[in-house]
């Protein structure tokens, strides 16, 4: 669908040279909701403006639908364009221009008649939930609100793709959950394919299917967003997903269960199926010895359970060993070591 292949982009400023993006190949299956995170100028947003044909690529191409677009004319990208919806951090709406006005602009810049505009408005304003705000302007409108109309406006030329820069980082967090299930039902119902940049591991964790994680320009990680949460590979993986899960108990707590004699604590994971199953009350119960929970977790990603327990063990060392190395064949067992968060 769309397809990076090396693709550089290096701006000159003067003498110096800022390598934005380096060597990235990513594939971007039909229908994903595929997520771009990193912190602030890992080179997000380059990245789009590359899909986006707004910039070039120095090097490598970019293959959308199988077209090279790296090589297309300015007659040929404008039609492509019309194929990408995109939606902003700001929304970029026309203040003076109505509801109604906003999702009907790129309609009418395409030449669309009249009446098919009309029709069309009204079916995009029913569907992100705004009939009764048609002839109202952004400035009497929420950010949800002013999204959703954003939301309309990308959609009304039937594109393909769905570009959403940062769309859900100027709201709150309730109103962040409605415009993110709104993005969902857009993938689901009408099998557009959403490419999102973001900062925030929650858009990724809630709405999308594969993820891949940019630092200084280059993709550190990629590939399905349950695989990426339970398994990072790099440290700044592990970074953002700690910033959605509580996977420990804080310093000052863990610090409270060593200085009362507390044992050795041990992380389970557990995923998908094996998270249903009582591994741990069968491994102990047939080693004779108990457990505590001191801490723990289920999450859904993706429609798939991830647990993470933290526990100590009671009982003679030699079972409790017996019995850690046969969870360890179960499922991940490790022991906490840090403190430090
Ligand atoms: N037009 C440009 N000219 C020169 N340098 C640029 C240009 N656009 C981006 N850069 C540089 O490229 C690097 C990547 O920027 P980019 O905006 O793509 O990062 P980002 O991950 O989107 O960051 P943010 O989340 O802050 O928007 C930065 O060092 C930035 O200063």
């Known amino acids: 669908m769309i397809e990076f292949k090396q693709v550089s982009k290096t701006f000159r400023l003067g003498k110096r040279e800022v390598h934005a993006v380096k060597d990235v190949s990513l594939k971007v299956e039909q229908g994903d909701i595929y997520g771009i995170i990193g912190f602030s100028g890992a080179g997000k947003s380059t990245l789009l403006r590359l899909v986006n044909l707004l910039e070039r690529p120095s090097e490598g191409s970019i293959e959308i639908q199988g077209v090279n677009v790296t090589s297309l004319s300015a007659k040929e990208l404008r039609k492509q364009r019309r194929n990408i919806g995109m939606i902003f951090q700001n929304f970029n709406l026309f203040n003076s221009r109505t509801v109604a006005g906003n999702i009907a602009y790129p309609l009418k810049l395409a030449g669309t008649p009249k009446h098919e505009i009309n029709t069309r408005v009204e079916e995009l304003l029913r569907f992100v939930g705004l009939a009764d705000k048609a002839k109202d302007y952004p400035d009497q409108l929420s950010g949800g609100q002013k999204q959703r109309v954003g939301i309309a406006r990308a959609l009304a030329t039937n594109p393909d793709i769905l570009i959403c820069d940062e769309a859900t980082s100027a709201l709150d967090p309730d109103t962040t959950a409605d415009v993110l299930r709104l993005l969902r039902q857009v993938n689901r119902e009408f099998g557009i394919t959403i490419l999102l940049i973001t900062h925030e591991m929650e858009v990724i964790q809630s709405v999308c299917t594969k993820v891949a994680v940019m630092e200084n320009g280059e993709v550190i990680e990629s590939g399905g967003v ?30 409270e269960w060593r200085e009362s004699g507390g044992g050795s604590l041990y992380r389970l994971q ?16 047939k080693h004779g010895i108990t457990f505590n929970i001191v801490y723990g977790s289920v999450r859904e ?31 991940d067992i490790e022991e906490v070591q840090e403190i430090e968060r």
């Open 301 to 331: 990603l993706e429609e798939r359970l991830f647990g993470n327990l933290i526990v100590s063990f009671l009982g003679d060392p030699a079972d409790v060993e017996a019995a850690i190395k046969e969870i360890a064949t179960l499922t």
């Open 226 to 255: 349950f695989e990426v949460f339970t398994d990072p590979q790099h440290a700044t993986t592990k970074r953002f997903i700690r910033s959605v899960q509580q996977d420990l108990p804080s310093p000052n707590v863990l610090a």
């Open 270 to 285: 557990f995923k998908g199926p094996v998270a249903n199953e009582p591994v741990l009350s069968t491994v102990t119960a």
